[in-house]
């Protein structure tokens, strides 16, 4: 009888590739595959780990899929990914539950790990970090209309409240044949959407020569039948022209930048180890709006950074004002152990950073909002992601839109839209933040 193998992924959009992985190896030893974990031999959760909120849900996970082990509707649990690399020893010590680790280092060996498992040992398998095999198989769990393409591991930037180069190890570019050869089967299978991810796409190919070869990347992503490249996460301080011209160029390549600032006042940004000034994010801003027309850019936010008072908050938001990014992550910081920032001074209270953050939630979907009502009136290409039964209408996404981070756009259509497709949509409302609208 098969072994079933129910798998569970947490976290980044990175995280998923790595189970996506894992699956293709179980798979191809002959395992039976599912998401479900209640009646599975083998649940293999893949964690994150970065920050608090993070940690807290992995544990949740662990602790229902302990229920169903008690219960006796799973058989073994096997914890991978940043928090098992993060925590061995406490969770050895205080989750008995748990059957064996895969550190991040060991993505590959979840079927020797489940072979022990199965056989009675408690394996706990931790390789080296800074040498993953990311060139495997995939097991592609996402919509057939999109799909991520991972194009590096791991981070070298090294920022102060970053926890991730001790988890994921340096940062390494995957070859541009290894990549293209991935896509092109991603292409085939009647992929639409692909997005591009590492923890840092703009330093893909620097670790090869000092030299960017993002912008050559893409070039060649562009030549396949995609629809769509989207990109995910771009850093300011190393964009150059070439690349802008890229983006600017090639139609494929949307016109939406996720581009993770963090702050804005230059002493913290100093202080976290970001390179780069205020004035040189507004100058890249400035550029990439000239450059590119109709570009939305996104960013991530840290309110509460060691440091920040009331006038680098107040600095903070006169920013946001002035520079009217469209879509923004807010985060309240969080002290991670093993990080400079933990231990630096002036650390803000909880409440006031919660606080913050709220006060940054509200600005930025007032920017948002703005975005949104410009639209009005306008025909806009969306992707259809399927009828949404609660809204009793089609549900999709536009250039401006990444998937599970930002809106929606509801609409009406006379026939069957089938997911995947793409269509026109005349804006026609705003409803809590999406668009409302009609097909053509």
């Not at 680790?101 to 079927?111: F, N, R």
């Not at 992929?191 to 030299?211: F, P």
């Not at 290409?381 to 509801?410: H, L, N, Q, W």
Request: glycine share 8%; net charge negative; with cysteine.
């Amino acid at each position: 009888m098969s072994i079933k193998v129910a798998f569970i992924s947490l976290g980044c959009a990175k995280n998923l590739v790595n189970t996506e992985q894992m699956m293709a190896l179980c798979r191809d030893a002959g395992y039976t595959v599912t998401g479900e974990p209640e009646g599975a031999d083998v649940a293999v959760l893949n964690t994150c780990g970065f920050i608090e909120s993070a940690k807290s849900e992995a544990i949740d996970h662990i602790l229902r899929l302990a229920q169903l082990k008690e219960a006796g509707k799973l058989k073994k649990l096997l914890v991978a990914g940043c928090l098992a690399q993060r925590y061995r020893e406490e969770i050895g010590e205080e989750l008995p539950e748990v059957d064996g680790l895969l550190g991040t280092g060991s993505y590959t060996d979840v079927v020797p790990a489940i072979e022990a498992v199965m056989g009675g040992d408690e394996p706990t398998y931790y390789g080296d970090i800074h040498q993953t095999l990311e060139d495997g198989k995939r097991m592609v769990s996402t919509p057939g209309y999109m799909a991520y393409l991972k194009i590096a591991e791991g981070c070298s930037n090294c920022c102060a409240f970053c926890i991730i180069p001790k988890l994921r190890g340096r940062f390494r570019s995957r070859t541009m044949e290894s990549l293209l050869a991935e896509a092109q089967e991603l292409a085939d299978s009647g992929v639409q959407e692909l997005i591009v991810i590492a923890q840092d796409i703009t330093r893909y190919g620097t670790d090869w020569d000092g030299k960017h070869h993002l912008a050559e990347l893409l070039t060649e992503l562009c030549k396949l039948p995609f629809h769509w490249i989207r990109l995910h996460y771009l850093y300011p301080d190393e964009f150059d022209d070439e690349l802008i011209e890229t983006i600017r160029r090639e139609h494929k390549i949307l016109k939406y930048l996720d581009i993770p600032i963090q702050h804005c006042n230059d002493s913290l940004l100093s202080v976290m180890n970001r390179r780069g000034t205020k004035a040189e994010i507004l100058a890249l801003f400035a550029k990439l709006r000239e450059r590119i027309p109709g570009v939305v850019l996104r960013t991530s936010l840290i309110c509460g950074l060691p440091g920040e008072g009331e006038a680098e908050f107040e600095e903070l938001c006169a920013f946001l004002e002035e520079v009217r990014i469209e879509r923004a992550g807010v985060f309240q910081f969080s002290p991670e152990e093993g990080t400079p920032a933990a231990e630096m001074d002036g650390q803000v209270d909880p409440e006031t950073a919660a606080r913050r953050v709220e006060l940054v939630v509200d600005l930025q979907s007032r920017v948002m909002d703005c975005w949104n009502e410009r639209r009005l009136g306008e025909a806009m290409e969306v992707i259809c992601e399927g009828f949404d039964p609660e809204m009793g209408c089609y549900a999709g996404r536009t250039y401006a839109d990444s998937p599970d981070i930002d809106g929606k756009v509801y609409f009406t259509a006379a026939g069957v839209v089938p997911a995947g497709t793409f269509v026109n949509v005349r804006m026609t409302g705003v409803s809590d933040g999406d668009l409302t609208g009609e097909i053509e």
